[in-house]
């Protein structure tokens, strides 16, 4: 099962997921592959546009018809910075191996 990020703004939680189902949408919506999607990321190479509607998909788990109106709103309330880094981190929750499927350690 994948974990979900909770971006907190003052009493307000924005809980941000990346399942399979999102991270189909972001392959569709971006027109690009979700390695591609991850190494632009990581290369801090996405621009507001890009960076507005992978925050979005994150949230539709949470609330499956959010508008990318609604993700502008968050992003104003907690700044780019801050939304950057809470998406980095939900997708770091979404590409790690489940829980009790690790590595055997001798």
């Given at each position: 099962?994948?974990?979900?990020?909770?971006?907190?703004?003052?009493?307000?939680?924005y809980p941000l997921k990346y399942n399979n189902k999102a991270l189909r949408t972001l392959e569709k919506q971006l027109g690009m592959p979700i390695t591609k999607i991850g190494r632009k990321m990581q290369e801090e190479e996405f621009g507001v546009n890009e960076l507005t509607?992978?925050?979005?998909?994150?949230?539709?788990?949470?609330?499956p018809d959010v508008t990318i109106d609604e993700a502008d709103e968050i992003i104003d309330e907690v700044g780019l910075q801050k939304a950057s880094?809470?998406?980095?981190?939900?997708?770091?929750?979404?590409?790690?191996?489940p829980k009790g499927t690790g590595e055997q350690k001798n």
């Open positions: 099962m994948i974990a979900q990020y909770d971006l907190k703004v003052g009493d307000k939680i509607e992978i925050l979005r998909v994150g949230l539709i788990h949470w609330k880094e809470a998406i980095g981190k939900a997708f770091e929750l979404a590409f790690a191996p």
